[in-house]
T-cell receptor, first 111, second 112 residues
Framework: DQQVKQNSPSLSVQEGRISILNCDYT??????FLWYKKYPAEGPTFLIS?????DKNEDGRFTVFLNKSAKHLSLHIVPSQPGDSAVYFC??????????FGTGTSLTVIP | KAGVTQTPRYLIKTRGQQVTLSCSPI?????VSWYQQTPGQGLQFLFE???????NKGNFPGRFSGRQFSNSRSEMNVSTLELGDSALYLC???????????FGQGTRLTVV
């Protein structure tokens, strides 16, 4: 049972434009959400997180939005750069602390 | 500060054998969790240890086991290897149970 879903396996965006990666979750007990970036043959790297008490968190070019009523979060990258090309995983956790990951979205930023 | 270290980076084993993977967390981190990544499946949670106790366990058969030592280093063991166990195995550590996890580079296991 996939509690965190990323329905877009891949996304292509022109350099300089906005990249929007989406994630849906089913468990209303999740209260902390994270985005990770992964290059081939490397472990995932933490990007940004958001607590359920917020609806937006910003860090440089990266912004995460949380819509609790829709059980949806999104990651915005503005402006997108070729170095952003990677697989992006969203993750969620709750009181028990176990992380649940989505299946990932492969982002390609075209120069 | 050293990151999460996983050894070995690559491993080739034969069906039926067993394998042990090692993970050294970031200094001071007491939580270590393990994940299996296969194409199209994302990161599947195996188990998590905190202060030498298994706190959570994913939906994997009993052939997958782990442990954590008093210095927080962790090992994962897979017995009676199957072809389907070929995957990237990732270890992550975190300071507390509600903070971000930091991943190692993974061990690429190939079962032939």
């Amino acid at each position: 049972d996939q509690q965190v879903k990323q329905n877009s396996p891949s996304l292509s965006v022109q350099e300089g434009r906005i990249s929007i990666l989406n994630c849906d979750y089913t468990n209303s007990m999740f209260d902390y959400f994270l985005w990770y970036k992964k290059y081939p043959a490397e472990g995932p790297t933490f990007l940004i997180s958001i607590s359920s008490i917020k609806d937006k968190n910003e860090d440089g070019r990266f912004t995460v939005f949380l819509n609790k009523s829709a059980k949806h979060l999104s990651l915005h990258i503005v402006p997108s750069q070729p170095g952003d090309s990677a697989v992006y995983f969203c993750a969620a956790t709750g009181r028990l602390g176990q992380f649940y990951f989505g299946t990932g979205t492969s982002l390609t930023v075209i120069p | 500060k050293a990151g999460v270290t996983q050894t070995p980076r690559y491993l080739i084993k034969t069906r039926g054998q067993q394998v042990t993977l090692s993970c050294s967390p970031i200094s001071g981190h007491r939580s270590v969790s393990w994940y299996q990544q296969t194409p199209g499946q994302g990161l599947q949670f195996l188990f998590e240890y905190f202060s030498e106790t298994q706190r959570n366990k994913g939906n994997f058969p009993g052939r997958f086991s782990g442990r954590q030592f008093s210095n927080s280093r962790s090992e994962m063991n897979v017995s009676t290897l199957e072809l389907g166990d070929s995957a990237l195995y990732l270890c992550a550590s975190r300071l507390t149970l509600n903070t971000e996890a930091f991943f190692g580079q993974g061990t690429r296991l190939t079962v032939v």
